[in-house]
């Protein structure tokens, strides 16, 4: 439990999955580093498939 409280319905955990939580009505910001050159992300056959910081994973 990350957040100190389950929050998954175990006969259904697909409904609402991620709603519960200690984060409501808090603001928080979510950032990710990958100290990688800009080539590695623009050219063919690199590791992130030409796709841009912009539209990667987050």
Do not use: R
């Not at 409501?24 to 910081?53: C, D, M, R």
């Amino acid at each position: 439990m990350a957040c100190g409280q389950e929050t998954v319905d175990l006969k259904n955990p697909e409904i609402n999955y991620g709603t519960g939580g200690l984060l409501h009505g808090k603001q928080y910001i979510l950032t990710s580093s990958w100290n990688a050159p800009q080539g590695a992300f623009t050219l063919p056959n690199e590791f992130f498939k030409e796709i841009s910081v912009e539209n990667g994973p987050l």
